[in-house]
């Protein structure tokens, strides 16, 4: 049933892997992987598939997959074990860069991203204004964050981090803006009947 809570759980799980997915996508990596990532990090940057298998408690296939498409985008290395049946996982120098600036980027943005989450669509879409998550995406993503991102690839060829952290400074561009809009209290309409006709005879 779709009321019930595990079914809504299981959806809300969907969507924010879908959402990380995405935002994963320019590092030519999935959540699976960064699990990969984290996990082989928490060992020193090495472990056997068969580690890496249990880990994250999928069969064997499924871990081959995941780590040949992350030896073929250079983030490990690979190599058979003594007896044979299993291999050696580790991560490329490269990789061990990636990672660590990617989760302290990440860090940062998922605190802009929850602050706008909750405050834009959360509450000032339960009082109305629909409106500023267009405009504040329009000015922060569009006018600062694209082509920012954009000139550091094209014409300063900044490193891959900076690149990617200014693809998220949306979200934390937005927190000031955000704050103020809410101090503000012009994001409170009225919704009633009686306001809305009242809007319309004016």
């Known amino acids: 049933m779709k009321n019930d ?9 969907d969507k924010l892997a879908a959402r990380a997915d995405a935002e994963l996508k320019q590092f030519n990596l999935t959540m699976s992987q960064c699990r990969v990532f984290l996990y082989l990090s928490s060992r020193g940057g090495q472990a056997t598939q068969k580690e890496i298998e249990i880990f994250l408690d999928v069969a064997h296939p499924t871990v081959v997959g995941l780590v040949s498409r992350m030896e073929q985008n250079g983030y490990v290395t690979c190599w058979p074990c003594e007896d044979g049946r299993n291999k050696y996982v580790k991560l490329t120098p490269q990789a061990a860069v990636y990672l660590k600036g990617m989760f302290v980027v990440l860090c940062v943005y998922m605190i802009g991203r929850s602050v706008n989450e909750i405050t834009i669509n959360g509450v000032f879409g339960s009082g109305g204004d629909t409106m500023f998550d267009v405009y504040s995406l329009a000015v922060t993503m569009w006018g600062i964050a694209i082509p920012l991102a954009a000139l550091g690839t094209y014409r ?10 200014c693809t998220c400074i ?14 503000k209290y012009k994001w409170v309409k009225d919704l009633t009947h009686t306001g809305m006709e009242q809007k319309e005879k004016s």
């Open 156 to 165: 300063f060829h900044w490193p891959v981090i900076v690149v990617y952290a």
């Open 170 to 183: 949306d979200e934390v561009g937005k927190i000031p803006w955000t704050l103020y809009h809410f101090r």
């Open 5 to 13: 809570v595990g079914y809504l759980i299981k959806s809300i799980n």
